[in-house]
């Protein structure tokens, strides 16, 4: 009964904090205003298992986009997110209230290179050349600065909780 304890501190309030996280997409929000890459650099921090990080995580977004609805880009997404939580796993330690809005802007930036390729890939807004490609990545621009802000908020957020959590529950 002990160890359950230990369990339920150690991973159900991580995991109801990254679900809560995602499951915020279903809230009207600004464009990009979501706190999606925090999940995905967060849960890299709160589990020791890459491969749990990444269930808990695409799981998660799964279940946000069945409510949603899904959408040409979902890959291109999906796979930013996988990347982001990957990138942040091998460095899950140095996460701290220092270095997180670095690691923000980097977390964003992965996503919106890679989530504006697939529109730029999938979609027929813009001409399949380099010229498209660049037009694609110029236009997105505004939508940068929100995934940015609402990435460093939730992260700054979500840290925040957590530590005050485990501190508070010495797990």
Not at 51 to 72: E, P, Q, R, T
Not at 114 to 135: A, M, R, T
Request: charged share 10%; hydrophobic share 55%; glycine share 4%.
């Amino acid at each position: 009964m002990k160890n359950l304890g230990i369990i339920i501190k150690k991973e159900i309030f991580p995991i109801s904090l990254v679900l809560i996280l995602v499951l915020a997409r279903l809230i009207p929000h600004p464009p990009n205003f979501t706190p999606i890459i925090a999940a995905a650099i967060m849960s890299s921090y709160f589990f020791k298992d890459l491969k749990f990080s990444l269930i808990i995580l695409i799981a998660s977004m799964f279940l946000g986009d069945v409510f949603i609805g899904f959408y040409k880009n979902m890959f291109f997404v999906y796979l930013s997110l996988a990347l982001i939580t990957f990138t942040f796993f091998k460095i899950s330690k140095k996460i701290n209230l220092t270095n997180l809005f670095v690691y923000g802007f980097c977390g964003s930036f992965i996503f919106y290179l890679i989530s504006n390729f697939g529109v730029w890939f999938l979609g027929d807004l813009y001409v399949k050349n380099l010229n498209g490609l660049i037009e694609c990545y110029f236009l997105a621009i505004p939508f940068f600065k929100n995934t940015f802000f609402s990435t460093i908020i939730f992260s700054y957020a979500t840290l925040i909780i957590y530590k005050s959590f485990t501190k508070r529950q010495n797990v």
